[in-house]
């Protein structure tokens, strides 16, 4: 298994422009988180989804930022317009939750997002 | 509301020398605690859990619910130790959204 996987890795972009982010969880995780890392703030939860409903967005900074989750196999996050205060490692991680369950999550490599 | 704070962004020790890292919550339930730990280039993974009451790597952790704390501790820190590391907080119960919440990090530096 591959684990969570990403894309893409590293992203730079200008000011202004549409950015999205993917990501594929491992295969039967029922949740699926979306983080956001920066030296001030570290690890902050943006949005999370359970059977690919949203559960919670209130760590989504603002309108500019947007996250679907079309199929239990994919999810995307959107920043459009991306601004240079954007830039950060943006990391997908999933989770599988049954009653023993330590809700351990499963993280991906992050996608490092350059915003100039 | 429910919250992890980690105090120190950087610790830098020596080699062989012991390590704490320090984590206090706040949640009026019952708790789940985890350790994380990011090695360089690698991805954010599980360190340890503290309803397993093991140690990985020589690492330990033990909750204290009188003082709110899940320091994370090792007698004698290895090189391979450094990375950064993020305690973590779940909810039991009917209320388990599998939501995590992490504390901001502390970058753990071993020198030689």
């Known amino acids: 298994d591959a684990g969570v996987i990403q894309s893409p890795r590293h992203e730079v972009t200008e000011m202004g422009q549409e950015v999205t982010l993917r990501c594929k969880p491992i295969?039967?995780?029922?949740?699926l988180f979306w983080y956001r890392q920066t030296m001030m703030r570290g690890l902050e939860l943006l949005i999370y989804?359970?059977?690919?409903?949203?559960?919670?967005d209130s760590g989504m900074p603002e309108d500019r930022f947007s996250a679907k989750m079309p199929n239990a196999s994919f999810s995307t996050l959107k920043i459009q317009p991306s601004e240079p205060r954007d830039s950060a490692v943006y990391f997908c991680?999933?989770?599988?939750?049954?009653?023993?369950?330590?809700?351990?999550?499963?993280f991906g490599p992050g996608t490092r997002l350059t915003v100039l | 509301a429910q919250r992890v704070t980690q105090p120190e962004k950087l610790l830098s020790v020596f080699k062989g020398a012991p390590v704490e890292l320090k984590c206090n919550y706040s949640?009026?339930?019952?708790?789940?605690l985890f350790w994380y730990v990011q090695y360089s280039r690698q991805r954010l993974q599980l360190l340890l859990r503290?309803?397993s009451r093991e140690s990985i790597k020589g690492f330990t952790a033990d909750l204290n619910k009188g003082e709110t704390s899940f320091h994370l501790k090792k007698p004698f820190a290895q090189e391979e130790d450094s990375a950064m590391y993020y305690c973590?907080?779940?909810?039991?119960?009917?209320?388990?959204?599998?939501?995590?919440?992490f504390g901001q990090g502390t970058t753990l530096q071993v020198k030689p």
């Open positions: 991680a999933s989770s599988f939750k049954d009653r023993s369950s330590y809700n351990e999550q499963f």
């Open positions: 503290h309803i």
């Open positions: 295969s039967g995780h029922d949740y």
């Open positions: 949640y009026s339930g019952s708790p789940e």
């Open positions: 989804f359970n059977n690919n409903v949203p559960i919670d």
């Open positions: 973590a907080l779940s909810f039991l119960g009917s209320g388990n959204t599998g939501k995590l919440i």
